[in-house]
């Protein structure tokens, strides 16, 4: 099983671990999960910058899924916004400071 593979299952654990928390009934903090998902996206593209855009749907993606699908509600899809602006910001890091290397 090659870094990638890895990466995935944990990126979609963390995914998955979010909306758990996201979607629990005395859950109301939604500064930390926001803070949560742009600082774990924002890892993995700096770990992986290749797949940037995997990194975020498979981290912001399970909470507007599961607002959907448990609330009917697309108030989630910010946390999808998030993701993506936070790998992409941990891309541009790692190519700014590593400029030669490949993810």
Do not use: C, E, H
Request: proline share 4%; charged share 5%; hydrophobic share 60%.
């Amino acid at each position: 099983m090659n870094k990638q593979w890895i990466l995935a299952f944990a990126a979609a654990g963390i995914g998955m671990a979010l909306a758990w928390i996201d979607q629990s009934p005395g859950w109301d903090d939604t500064a930390v999960l926001i803070m949560l998902v742009l600082l774990s996206s924002g890892l993995f593209g700096l770990m992986a910058p290749k797949r940037s855009w995997l990194w975020a749907l498979l981290i912001g993606g399970g909470i507007p899924l599961a607002g959907i699908v448990w609330q009917g509600s697309f108030a989630g899809a910010v946390a999808l916004v998030i993701a993506f602006v936070g790998a992409y910001v941990g891309m541009g890091v790692r190519q700014l400071t590593f400029p030669a290397s490949v993810g």
